[in-house]
Structure formats: structure tokens, C-alpha cells
């Protein structure tokens, strides 16, 4: 269901949301509680008694989001609508959000023998520093005409390819041959525009093992999965909001500037997210996107008790974050990471959604089992952003 | 909404669906309780306790599913999309699932005078013994080159007409005239494939008839609800399971051999298939359907005790189905069968979810209002699959 673009004001009031990390969770085998449950947090509870109360379900029943689709779902898009490389995953891994104009793919450094067979498609597993000089050393190396090639360094024997040109397709297959004594596979492009990006993704392939022939070991490359900026309508022109993004992690703040939120110095964790806020506010934005990475982590590591402890230290913040000047506070996850899974789940966060319009019950406390019971209910993910909006009285009615 | 193929998992733990017919209901007129809420179940609500609840709507909000819709809409397909013939029907009905290149059509024995008019439509009712030695005589001594004709007795003057050759359509008009006096209409096919079916058709009825001259009552036939098979995608090609079904009743079977399930023998009932489950298992299966009709039938009859007694015989089998070594258990209803109703009804089923993944509410006990509560909300049939695969671990997660 698509909200009719009238309806959305571009004034009102300042929304935060607070994304806790994998913060859905599942009892513990003894004692019965969830990790949200057994949390001592006593500045949630309290909020949570003067406020909306409900759970997102970020995807179809059954279906669990990685964190790039569950944060696409909060931020109002429907993950399974969009064209999703692999190219722009790890381009918005490295906090890199393409443009329109881009091409990314996955690059790997790889091992060919003198014939040009893959001998080792990872190049023997180089150390990030090493691949850093790899990237950097092709870089400045390698130019093509009318072309600006970059490459962004990830972990080991992976690296984020990126062209800017003019009219470029992405319909191009994957030169990897996925197993070893093989050729890597002649690119081409499925239609004249991505024929482009394949006869530039060769022309730069030939250069980048000229460049790299005196290697030992990381003499060629693969690269797999091409992807164009997907048609994301930003946070600006779909709801009017000046967005900020104060998240750690690279990953998040490039599916924030996907939507169109500008990141900002997020410092080290919550104290500096804190100042993060109120310099964000005295800027002037009016949406603040805040990311909290650690539930999921101890989630993934099945540590019931460093998740419990997470959520604590997010618990203390809440003070700050209620002292900056926001009038509407969201808590909510973008998945749950039950520890007793050990993984991402598809069972629908808890949120919370604190401002002067909520309808609170003045009992409740913040969690999962709580939150079943709000006045909110179970929403979808792409059905909180209108929600929030109209809790800072940026909506219209419709009709008369 | 699809769910993308690639994150079914080949793997996973083991699935048992229950469905008790006709579970749903509406509370006594003077004790206030419904059906299941009065049953005195021990096991359920044990089970309750340590699972995950809600309810399952089979159909829009006001729309009563037969049983058909019902169980396909548990199986993962909208009734809604599927074209359903009568034919079709009426072969699931008689255990029998179309292939391929088969044609299915409802026969009636009838009665026709000596110009062909037809005079009882239905040949005077005659026994279920009668019907199916028409059947056999009919099968017996009209043949048609390169084709197989296959008649199944049903009740009375009913028969399931199926017949097998090439590539057929189901185009095919009706020819019962609806009333007495007039001749049966000519079969006409609306396209080629159809016109072969429609010549079929009617060279078997002139044959047929020659067959059943000496006949005093039936000796004519009516064909109507020509249907092909349906495409829907089997359980092994869309979630990767191998699946058995255990049901007493004939329809049930059919129409999980329509989802290629493969019944298995499931004796007289409960008990039999308590031992059927174990077989299963031992067989490798990892889906297994049991179907209990006994509540849908007590719901006709508006015998409120009787649909107790239903629901609580089948409590009494749940310490053996929790022994069979099914990892997760599923118990819910095709569509509720309200006692004061006396007929299948539109209200959601309650729906109970065992798994070591659930969110239980330690308090919950299994009934209507319990449901409500739970952590599974309500969801639409076609949703309810997914969420067993993702109990069973048998869902990847979606995007990184």
C-alpha cells in the first residue's frame, strides 16, 4: 500500500529512532525470560508506560532479514521489491552508497598461472593491510579513458570495485569460473548500455594484471555481482525529513545514505551518540537515525547474559537521548537475534514509540511479551515510517 | 507475496501438521465456552505453554472455506488463484489426483425416454452397490481407441469420470439440460484441445448407452465440470520436503496428493495413526500430515458434546505424537465448524506452534481467546508454511 505523497507535511515535530541491534529475542531454556525480559531497565519500563507499544515484522511471516533488508523495511522500503547486487551490498558495507552513474561489483584478488588459469580464487587469503596496498597500488595505476575506477578495501582477498561513467547497465555476467583450473569467463553485457560496463570491466582487468604481474601471489582478479543504485526514493523527498544517520558500523551508515540520511560522527558508542544527537539537532535535522550494534553481536555469540548487558547499557543512555530536544522516541530492532539461536530470526521486534499522542498502559514494561499486548499491535516494517510521521504531526488526514 | 526459492533449505528438522476438522468454534449459549475451550485437554495445554500461538485465517474475513480451500490454503496455495473444477473435486473426493493429461468431469447415472429426453436426472437415486456395478459394466465393455476411460463410483448416481490421452482441454460445456424433459446438450469444445476432449466425450456417451439399453432406469449419463489438473507447485519442488499424509477420509488424501504428499496407510483412526507417524518417520519423512475429522462432524450435527469429545480424543493421542520424534507440531484447524452453527463458518482457527523456537506465554492454555493473545498474531493460510519451515530451521535468511 502506497501512501499518497500529499498526505506527508514537511513540517513538525523531531522523530528519533533507536535501532537496537538484533534486539528481539527468545526465553531462556531456565529461567523463561528473554534477554529484553531480563534486562534491568528501568528508564525503558518507564518510558514504556507513557507510551505506544507494539512489534514490527519486518518481512513475511517466517522470513528472516539480514540487516541490510531489515533496516530497508524500517526505513519504509519492502526489501523484496528491490534489485539487490551483491556489488551494492558490499559497496554500502563500506559505507559507500552508489550513485546513480555507478556500477559496483565484488572484486576478489585471485591467482592465475602463466596459461590464465585461476589457480586460487581467493590469492591465498591476503592480510587486510596487504590488500589495502593492492587496491591502492591498482588504483593509481590504472586509468581508463573517460572512466573513474575505484576500489575500496574490504577484509583478506575482497575488495568493493566501483566505476563512474556515463550511461552504464549492469546487466553483466560474473567473470568468476567458481572453481580452480579454469579461464576466468570473457565479461558481456545483456543490452548496449551494459555492454558499456563489460567492455570496461576487460579493458580494466587487462590493466590491473599488467600492473599486477610483478605479484607473487595476488597477480588477477574476479569480480561477481554488478549493481546499479537501486531506485530508493530518499528520506528528503519521500517524507520531507532533513535525516541523519549516527551509526558505528559502515554497513548501516551506507543503507542510511541509500535512503538519503547524511551520516555523522558517531564517535565510539552511546556517550558520543548522545552528544551525536544534540549536535545533530543543533544542525538542525529532523530525523535521527541511531544505531546500537551490540545485542546482535552478543546475540550471534549465544551470550544470554553480554545481550542482557547491551541492552542495559542502552537502557542508561536513555536519559541523554530524552534531554537532547527530540519529541518522538522509537526503540525498535531491525531483526531479532535470539541467543538461544545463535543467528537472525524471523520473529517480529518489540518497539516502542514515545510521544505526546501515544496511548500508553500505564503497567507495561519493555518487552517482547508486553509489546504483544500494545495499542500499536503487529505492524509491518514499511508501515513505521507513517506511523512515526504521524506521531510528530507530519501526516494530513485524507479526504474531508 | 512469494517467497523467493532460494531461501527454502533442502534440510532441516522434522514438521507435523495436525488438523483437526473443523476445529474453530463459538462458545456455548449458556456456558459461554467454545468447543475447545470446554474440552477438558491436559496435553494441549501443557503443550500451550511451552509454544507459540495464534490464528490462522484460510480465507478474506468473512469468507467460510470448504475443505477443499481450507487445506490448500494450509498447504501455501490462495484457493482464490486456483482454477477448481467440479471434476476436479470430485476425483480429489475419491482419493484420486489428476495427472498430467488426464481430464476429470462429475457423472451422473440418469434416466432418458425413448427420444432421448432426459426424465430423471439423477436415475431414481439408486444404492452406492448399484452405482458402482454401473460402473464397472460401463468400464467394462465401452472402449475408445487410445484412450483410457476410467469411471469411479461414487454415492448413489454420482461417478468421477476421468479419462487419459493426449493433451486434452477442459473447455467443455456441461450437457445435463438442469431440468427434466429436455434432450442432454451436445458436448462442444471452445478451442482444439478442448474439441478433441468434447469428441471424447461424446463418442464415449453414445457407447455408453448402447452399453446401458437393457438397463430398466439408469441408462443414459450427464457429465458436467470438465477440469484438467491444476499447476501447483508439489511440497518436494517448493519447500524441498518429502511429505506423507495420514488421513482416514478419502478427500483429505486427495487433495494432499494434489500437493504431492504421499498418503500413507492411517488405519481407523488416532490410535493407528499415533503408529502411522512412527512409520513415517522411520520412512524419512519430513513433513507429515495427520487429519482428524471427527470435531467437523460433531460441528454438523450441532453437537456440542460430541465436538468436546472429538477434541478431547485427540488430546489423549498427543503424548504418543510428542514421543514419534517430530521436532516441530503444528495443531490447528481447516476452518472453524461452530456447534451453533451447524456449518463450516469464516472465523480464524486457532493455531498452536511446538518448536524449540517458539515465544510461548507459560500461562496460555489452547483455546479460541488464548489464541488471540499469542505471539504469532493472525496470520493468512498461505503464511502458515513458511512459518512451520522457519520453526524446522529450513528457511535461509533473506540479504545480508
Redesign the interface.
Known sequence: MTFPAHLFRPVGERIGLFVLDGLGG??HPEQ?Q?ELEAAHTPNMDALAGRSSLGRVQL???????????GHLSLFGID??ELE?GRGL?EAL?SDYALEAGQIAARGNFCTVDGEGLVQDRRAGRPSDEECRRLCAKVTEQVSIDGVSVELIPGKQHRFTWIITAGDLGAQVNDNDPQVTGKSALPFRGQNATSETTAAIATEWLAKAQQCLADEAIANSALLRGFSTRPHVPGFAEKYHLHAAALAVYPMYRGVARLVGMQPRDAGRGLDDQVAAVKAAIAEDFDFIFVHHKDPDTAGHSGDFAAKVAAIEAFDQAIPGFLESGLDVIAITGDHST?T??E??????VPLLVHSKRALPQPEATFG??AC??GDV??IRGPELMPLLLAHANRLDKFGA
Open positions: 527468545l526465553p523463561g528473554t518481512l513475511p511471516p517466517g522470513m528472516t532479514p539480514g540487516s541490510g533488508p526489501p523484496l539487490f551490498l558495507g535470539p538461544i539461536m543467528e537472525h530470526s524471523w520473529h517480529p517482547e511479551r504483544m499486548q499491535g503487529t
